[in-house]
């Protein structure tokens, strides 16, 4: 993977670097996507721990997913398409 893109980050006082294929304003947007999650949380509920914070994020997050991938399911299903795809078992 010598292709691979390192992005470095703060988020919530702790520094992480991710690496991946995807160019780094778009890890940017990925880690923004967490960052906002997170401080929604920390918003409504200021007494939360980190772990709790990051736990809910995550969690809200795949909901998201679950529902985002559902939907382009139904899409596709309905255009009598890609009916051989399991989105929501992929590996």
């Known amino acids: 993977m010598a292709n ?10 702790v ?22 999650k997170m401080e ?4 409504l509920a200021p007494g939360y721990s980190t ?3 990051v736990t809910l994020a995550a969690l809200q997050l795949a909901e998201e997913l679950y529902d985002a991938r559902k939907d382009y399911t139904d899409m596709l299903f309905e255009a009598n398409i890609g009916a051989e795809y ?4 992929m590996k």
């Open 4 to 13: 691979d893109n390192i992005y470095r980050f703060r988020l919530f006082g």
């Open 15 to 36: 520094d992480y670097t991710l690496c991946g294929d995807k160019a780094p304003a778009e890890m940017e947007m990925i880690v923004r996507m967490v960052e906002q």
């Open 40 to 43: 929604s949380i920390q918003e």
């Open 51 to 53: 772990m709790r914070t």
């Open 86 to 89: 399991d989105l929501f078992n």
